[in-house]
């Protein structure tokens, strides 16, 4: 059993900040790599960034220079700061992670989503 939950979502005014946290549980061999995901009210989900178990990333465009996504892995856990927040960043935010875990005596790969942290950026 694997759960990935998301934190730190709310409400902030434009230019204002928030770092969002994901932390994985459970028989965790190994979190190949994880990602932030968002979607807007009649909008597709989309990337904002994601990064791998060796620490590479890629980002959106539209966010680089003002969102940083880091990892720590000793607790499996995956942060996304963001500065300057924009209205049009007001979004769900969701966590994607593809993990490597524990069944047993065997080694299974799968993906797995948060429930999802609002983000609303309004003054």
């Known amino acids: 059993q694997v759960q990935v939950v998301e934190s730190g979502g709310g409400l902030v005014q434009p230019g204002g900040s928030l770092r969002l946290s994901c932390a994985a549980s459970?028989?965790?061999?190994?979190?190949?790599?994880m990602g932030w995901y968002r979607q807007a009210p009649g909008k597709q989900r989309e990337l904002v960034a994601r990064?791998?178990?060796?620490?590479?990333?890629n980002a959106a465009d539209y966010v680089k220079g003002r969102f940083t996504i880091s990892r720590d892995n000793a607790k499996n856990t995956v942060y996304l700061q963001m500065n300057s927040l924009k209205p049009e960043d007001t979004a769900v935010y969701y966590c994607?992670?593809?993990?490597?875990?524990?069944?047993?005596?065997?080694?299974?790969?799968?993906?797995?989503w948060g429930q999802g942290t609002q983000v609303t950026v309004s003054s």
């Open positions: 994607n992670a593809h993990i490597t875990y524990r069944s047993g005596t065997t080694y299974r790969a799968s993906e797995y």
């Open positions: 990064i791998t178990s060796g620490g590479s990333t």
């Open positions: 459970g028989s965790i061999f190994m979190i190949n790599s």
